[in-house]
């Protein structure tokens, strides 16, 4: 079984009824998890109800994509305590905002902290990665298995980095926070619909999330396939993608 679970979608803070970014990307068993932000640890918890995922990846420290990466170590410590620690993929300042949440215990003992940056094998994935324009350090990733390339951007502005990411992926799950023609400031740190779907055009599949709150995701997908050849999907919490 191959599937991409959407956990969150939301940028920013959840909206009632939704979480913040979280994907659940299951490869024959290994289940690897994408960002744990605001209230996506519920949803994780229907299908992985003791936290028992194989790897977790952290794109950024925003607590919108990494906050219940803390609740995800309360679940291990109490109820998996025996278990060896997961490996936490991450770039620096996500176990420093991890530790200000909950010292005890210490992350670092729940988790196997690795630096996200170094090119690195994670279970069937090799993975690569992409420094992209964001407030603090984000690092967009792509999974690359046999038949299967699943690439991700966490949080990003529009530039040639998100074209390096998308290039040939099955599916390319991509930041899409606003809606509309792109705002006149620069730098940009996040994306329109438009421009998400301008950089995915080396993808085959492209899956919007990030919205802000109160977006109607309908208007996105509409921009996106305006410009996107393939299939335009819009994140929604429980969303099961067959990969």
């Known amino acids: 079984m191959r599937t991409l679970t959407v956990l969150g979608s939301c940028g920013a803070w959840p909206e009632p009824g939704r979480a913040c970014a979280g994907f659940l990307l299951d490869y024959d068993g290994f289940r ?53 620690p997961i490996p936490l993929y991450c770039p620096p300042g996500v176990l420093d905002v991890l530790r200000a949440l ?40 792509r999974l690359i298995a046999p038949d299967l390339t699943v690439a991700y951007t966490g949080d990003s502005g529009p530039g040639p980095e998100v074209a390096t990411l998308a290039k040939g992926a099955d599916l ?20 329109t619909a438009t421009e998400a779907a301008q950089g995915a055009a080396g993808a085959k599949r492209l899956l919007l999330t990030h919205f802000w709150p109160g977006s109607d995701r309908a208007v996105s997908v509409a921009e996106a396939s305006e410009v996107f050849d393939g299939e335009v999907i819009a994140a929604e919490e429980g969303l099961v993608l067959s990969l």
């Open 32 to 84: 690897l998890v994408l960002d744990l932000g605001y209230a996506a640890l519920p949803e994780l918890l229907k299908h992985c109800p003791e936290g028992d995922v194989d790897a977790v990846i952290v794109t950024h420290q925003h607590p919108d994509h990494c906050v219940d990466v803390s609740a995800l170590a309360r679940v291990r410590y109490y109820l998996a305590r025996e278990a060896p």
């Open 172 to 191: 390319f799950i991509t930041d899409a926070t606003l809606q509309g023609p792109s705002p006149a400031t620069t730098p940009r740190y996040v994306m």
């Open 102 to 141: 909950e010292p005890h215990p210490d992350p670092a003992t729940v988790f196997d902290v690795r630096d996200l940056g170094e090119a690195q094998e994670i279970g069937p994935f090799r993975l690569e990665t992409a420094v992209t324009p964001h407030y603090v350090t984000n690092l967009g990733v």
